[in-house]
């Protein structure tokens, strides 16, 4: 995609060279050749050391760009990132891809969709009504149960089991909003990575990343209706109890116990064996590890409880 | 359908001129030939001022009937109703209607049941999977992912997108009570109706109504797990994040905002530009515009915010 | 499987003769040849008085053995018990079963797969993407909506309605740990059992039992999104509004409601009648009949609404 293309589809002029972009990424992982953007002064020191040359910016960053960068000035940053995405969506489904590869002892239920360009591993089990999406990946002995929908360019790792109902890859929730109130898309153009030794349960939603991955990192177990929202990361050996929800970009170290119908709100830290009890409302970071969370707002499960106990007394 | 044939159903006498009934509806909604139904004396006035010609009532709402109703007295109107219902059900799939027709330019894989008398405009993409119900119609331009399912007679707009799992008008749930307990079905004989311009993400649900259309309107955007109950009605560009609940029948004005977990009552109307923090518990309706609320039970945020410090220091 | 091949599997000794086992089960249940297990000594009353004799059990528990079982002490008894389980669980599908037997009068989209050794009642309409698993039964009249996935063993009472996006029978959540932290998977070897007349909204997950039944019972109607855990019991005529998760082995009584949002723990014991209000959290057992209760932690309703009128006055 020319530079010069996303200036005309976003009616703005292009300052400096014209490059052929590969993608769009955030400031912080942007490689050259791959369309960021920032808007504010806080950005001013990450936006010089970028390492990537081509820029959607607000007019008061200019003077902070890297040597060399071809950049748009824009009104409204966030709406023109928006706009840009739909620039570099791939398509629904990749017909010119050859066909999928199926691994020796693997069984496709006829009435499994694979679409061109997937690659099964050997002893996979596909049942069903499952949708298997273009260029999708699933490693050895994994179970894809019936009615499963993997989105392309997922990755499923080995010995996975994929219960039924469950969406792999839906598009993030991302927005940005005009003036007038109107939502604009942004497109989630990034992949669901789910490593090895995973169960997820019947009807979760593990939605894909605006860019790079949302990552369920090894022996990962979810129960029932779990959401995970784009970007996020969830470290090794983590339980998930049914109808919990984790807000975009959080990511949960090693071994973290969430109990049923918990929430975590977007852009969190938290540290390896942490535990949290039936119904948390996460709202920060929590840096020590191996605690114990409750309520919400969130207290240690020490002080919820006691708390408790001084609430009922009010009555 | 005549009713005599209802008042044989029932197991109750006709009184007045047989009808050929159309349909049912709700008091204050229903026309002539629709079959509609009151109880109480709270409903006098307005089954006095009825456009209806049919109904199922109390015996002490006689002397407020409108002059040449035909009319049949219940010991359980609300038995009675549900009783009723169940004839005007439609079937479940209208073998009888013609072919789909489908638009130039639209995609419908192999695998996907697309029911007679459906309606599919032009550059529409349905998925493998996806159910398409007898006469539903999808406008220009909308994209429905694999394993959708949209039930007979609803309708979604153009540039929408309805991700996998996601189920359009399943029965509302309602149901009327016998003396002993048991739950006698309400048939849902209404429909879903999606303007333009609505993303719906991964496996949400959005039930039937019971009589006439739950309806979201245009620009909305869905995240996951959301539940919206029959008969509700979303304003234009609404925004609902993850697992969140709408009762029956509650009414959202333009662009509310509301956050992951949060549920609504039945029968709320909520003013346009309202904004809902994360877990919000709302079960009065709201009148004034543009404020922010949070907690369960719900208060203004800043309130909240104060109030929980306030149990903070219980401790 | 012999109890010798068992031993082998878990890389222990058996003591005692070797038995041909026919399935596992919980101590309290387990019947000659059925593998059970134990661990503590406030298990020794329970396992002198079993009526299995195939035993996994820690040391301590030998001497409470019944006569003349066959045992294997273990280091770690859950986790052999869960690496055990693995060898009893049925093939994901049965291809050696007859062909399906389908009723008079039923119909059977041909986008439906079912698979051998199921048996569909007279009546019975199975819609498109449905998907039903090795020897099911679904008795007459029931009707199974579009997507609906119910997996192996299970079975739908007559006169039921199934909505789409519901799954029936997948896994439970149940594991063992090791003690480096990894989770090892105790295969979910029930089924699910629902009786008649019973209406399941959309995108629900009733899960399959780790031994014996899932049970949902007479007349009971569940909404949206409901999770039924493992070897749940829920009694006739129940009523379950949307986004309410049900712990393992709970059992409530009949004729109980539960408002939207609400959650019970695992292994508790509900009576009959009992109502919860919206988001109630249950996490204790109720012995006494026709309650209402609200909150969490729970409470009686008016002493829940009275707490709330004390809260707001800290403010």
Not at 112 to 125: D, H, P, Y
Not at 133 to 150: D, E, F, L, R
Not at 240 to 264: E, H, P
């Amino acid at each position: 995609m020319l530079f010069s293309k996303v200036a005309h589809h976003l009616d703005y002029d292009l300052v400096g060279d014209d490059l052929e972009l590969n993608s769009m990424n955030e400031l912080a992982l942007a490689l050259p050749f791959e369309l960021t953007f920032a808007v504010g002064k806080k950005y001013s020191t990450s936006l010089s050391s970028s390492n990537s040359n081509a820029f959607l910016i607000s007019s008061d960053l200019v003077e902070h760009l890297p040597k060399n960068a071809s950049y748009i000035i824009c009104d409204n940053v966030s709406l023109s990132m928006a706009q840009a995405t739909k620039l570099f969506a791939p398509k629904l489904i990749d017909f010119q891809s050859p066909h999928a590869e199926i691994g020796d002892e693997s069984y496709i239920d006829t009435m499994a969709r694979i679409e061109n360009g997937a690659k099964i591993g050997s002893n996979v089990t596909v049942m069903a009504g499952a949708y298997i999406g273009s260029n999708v990946t699933i490693k050895n002995n994994t179970i894809i149960y019936p009615n499963v929908t993997i989105y392309r360019d997922c990755v499923v790792g080995a010995n996975c089991i994929i219960h039924s109902g469950t969406i792999i890859g839906a598009d993030g929730f991302g927005f940005s909003h005009t003036a007038t109130g109107e939502h604009i898309k942004i497109y989630q153009n990034g992949n669901v990575v789910i490593e090895d030794d995973v169960e997820i349960g019947a009807n979760c939603a593990i939605d894909r990343a605006v860019f790079n991955s949302t990552l369920i990192k090894k022996g990962s177990k979810l129960d029932n209706f779990i959401h995970i929202a784009h970007n996020c990361e969830i470290g090794e050996h983590s339980i998930f109890v049914a109808q919990t929800g984790i807000g975009g970009s959080t990511k949960l170290g090693r071994n973290c116990v969430v109990s049923g119908q918990s929430a975590f709100s977007d852009h969190l830290d938290i540290a390896p064996f942490s535990t949290f009890t039936a119904r948390s409302g996460v709202t920060k970071s929590i840096k020590e590890s191996g605690g114990t969370y409750s309520g919400y707002p969130l207290m240690e499960h020490r002080e919820w409880r006691r708390l408790q106990g001084k609430i009922a007394k009010l009555n």
